[in-house]
DNA sequence: CTCGTGACGGGGG
DNA sequence: TCCCCCGCCACGA
């Protein structure tokens, strides 16, 4: 049954996208975390590329600089900043935002793995 | 099948 | 602080 086998994974980062809530945003690494094995943030973005704007909040996802990196694809850069600001997302001058502020994590993957020992 | 590229990340200078 | 290099997986030609 392959039937959307290859869909399938990027519809993985497409569900995690969707549940951004607005004025929160997420890194592509982060995703590529949650998803674990396979998924890398090249990965993670190159799916982000292909998603519909209709579908999923794409300009939720940025870089773990904080930053916006659709460079000067299809998209006007500023744009994505722009919309995330309307959503309350602070950008200082260089660009970037507070991601101890705005970086999301959905529920559930919260506690990945713990780690015991901090100084082992 | 092989090669190069790409919404990235992290480390080093 | 910024700039450069390497590694990562998926996909188009």
Redesign the pocket.
């Given at each position: 049954m392959k039937i959307a086998d290859?869909q399938s994974?990027?519809e993985r980062v497409y569900e995690i996208v969707r549940q951004i809530p607005s004025g929160r945003v997420m890194?592509?690494?982060?995703i590529?975390e949650i998803l674990g094995?396979?998924?890398?943030?090249?990965?993670?973005?190159?799916?982000?590329?292909?998603?519909d704007?209709e579908s999923?909040p794409?300009?939720r996802?940025?870089?773990?600089?904080g930053k916006?990196?659709?460079?000067k694809?299809?998209?006007p850069a500023n744009l994505?900043q722009s919309i995330l600001e309307s959503e309350g997302v602070k950008f200082d001058d260089?660009g970037r935002c507070d991601l101890s502020s705005t970086l999301w994590t959905p529920a559930g993957y919260e506690e990945v793995d713990e780690e015991p020992s901090l100084f082992n």
């Open positions: 290859e994974y990027r890194t592509y690494g982060q590529a094995e396979g998924y890398t943030a090249r990965t993670v973005g190159y799916v982000m590329h292909g998603a704007s999923v794409w300009q996802v940025i870089n773990a600089q916006c990196s659709t460079a694809m299809t998209l994505q260089s």
